[in-house]
């Protein structure tokens, strides 16, 4: 626990970062790959944002690394290394890449490695029982996308329960979601196509349900809320683009109306703190700690020059 706290008043609020935020091990680890690649002579390049965070790809870029456009991007014309983020990418990306001999180096989390190897092995077996793999997430998403690239083409990919009337109940069905979705919405969704399938074939239904939310995720959503409710306001750190920011942001706004969201320490406004006695400087699992700190420091000034 990291407290910004002046002993020659102690009438100042107390800042303290939320010791529960910062990378996943996932992005982690890929940044700690990319930090190692950077230090050696070769261009290096991350197809699509290695971590879905302004700052810190600014950080990354200054020290050499550039960013490749999945979709439009020519990687052929790529003389350098190629990143692999931890979101992981479809086969069919690996042997374009390896056939256009480029050096891939492969930072896919082994959390969706795994999931990666569950659904292959599920759609191998639906297709000889004529069922389903049903992913719970978002389309498009490159995580997503991986996992589709890995079921044979014999996979659906689900949103919310209302889209529930695109699958045929009668089936076998295999159900996984996206490491990242919201656990309670993965639950209900679950809950939801278990009773559809009971309904619709009684005791011959053949659904299985995989829990395969990464629970580094799912534990920030209560970690959050405690946070939230522990502090008189809430300073949230997060990209722009990040959707598990703008959930766990949600979150802590729904605990703490004094909850603020910044990209960085050029957003924070002095009037946020008049009578507040706690400050919790919290982020997203994409937002680096090295950031967090920036803005609890900014805080800290501010309250002692205010
Ligand atoms: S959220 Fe979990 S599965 Fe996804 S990259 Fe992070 S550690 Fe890996």
Not at 102 to 122: N, Y
Not at 168 to 173: A, E, F, G, V
Request: with cysteine.
């Amino acid at each position: 626990m990291f407290d910004y706290f002046c002993i020659m008043d102690h009438l100042l609020p107390k800042v303290e970062i939320d010791p529960s935020a910062g990378f996943c091990s996932g992005v982690k680890r890929a940044i700690e790959a990319t930090e190692q690649l950077l230090s050696q002579p070769d261009d290096v390049f991350c197809l699509g944002e290695i971590v879905h965070n302004e700052a810190e790809l600014e950080r990354l870029n200054n020290l050499g690394m550039k960013i490749l456009n999945r979709e439009k991007d020519n990687t052929g014309d790529i003389k350098g290394r190629i990143i692999i983020r931890a979101h992981g990418e479809p086969p069919s990306t690996f042997e374009r890449l390896q056939a256009e001999g480029t050096t891939v180096v492969d930072a896919t989390c082994p959390v969706v490695i795994r999931l990666q190897q569950r659904v292959k092995k599920a759609s191998a077996e639906m297709m000889e029982a004529r069922g389903s793999v049903i992913i719970f997430g978002k389309p498009g998403h490159p995580e997503v996308q991986g996992l589709l690239g890995n079921s044979s083409g014999n996979a659906i990919v689900i949103r919310a329960v209302e889209e529930l009337d695109r699958i045929d109940l009668t089936r076998p069905l295999r159900v996984f979601s996206q490491t990242t979705s919201d656990l309670g919405a993965y639950n209900k969704f679950c809950e939801a196509i278990l009773a559809g399938a009971a309904k619709a074939s009684g005791e011959k239904s053949d659904v299985i349900i995989n829990q395969t939310v990464c629970s580094q995720m799912s534990r920030r959503g209560p970690g959050i809320e405690q946070f939230a409710l522990s502090h008189d306001v809430i300073v949230f750190v997060s990209g722009s683009g990040s959707s598990n920011g703008k959930y766990l942001s949600g979150i802590s706004k729904a605990k703490n109306s004094r909850t603020y969201v910044v990209t960085d320490t050029g957003q924070v406004k002095p009037e946020w703190f008049v009578n507040a006695l706690s400050i919790g400087v919290s982020g997203a699992t994409s937002t680096p700690v090295w950031l967090m700190h920036q803005v609890a420091g900014e805080i800290t000034r501010m309250i002692k020059n205010d």
